[in-house]
């Protein structure tokens, strides 16, 4: 799963500029991205990908549906604006990297439209 986030993250780095990867430099779950698209209300980005077939979200799983920003992006030292731009993808043992380029491929288009 690793393998399929670092994959993911890449694609998006290289096709979106400005984008930041939330705890890149940190230990985190392998199977989970976090990612700021400056500029980008989150809750738009994860509508709009709803649209096409791709689950996100924003915040943490146990606070979906909150209205504030993410405690633990808080607390990361993000701004309460860069957490509003942030959004949260998974991967499983069900998903293949394919899966995971197209995913990319959808998230980068998706995030260009609305910029």
Known sequence: ????RDAFEDH??????????N???????????????PSIEAAALVARLDQEGIACSVG???SSGRPEPSHVLLAMGLTEKEAYQSARFSFSV???MDE???????VVRTASALN
């Open 23 to 37: 705890g890149a430099d940190t230990l985190r779950v392998a199977n989970t991205s976090n990612i700021m698209f």
């Open 94 to 96: 069900m998903n293949t």
């Open 60 to 62: 943490s799983a146990c």
């Open 100 to 106: 995971a380029l197209r995913a990319a491929d959808v």
């Open 12 to 21: 998006i780095l290289r096709k979106f500029k400005g984008v930041r990867i």
């Open 1 to 4: 799963m690793r393998a399929m």
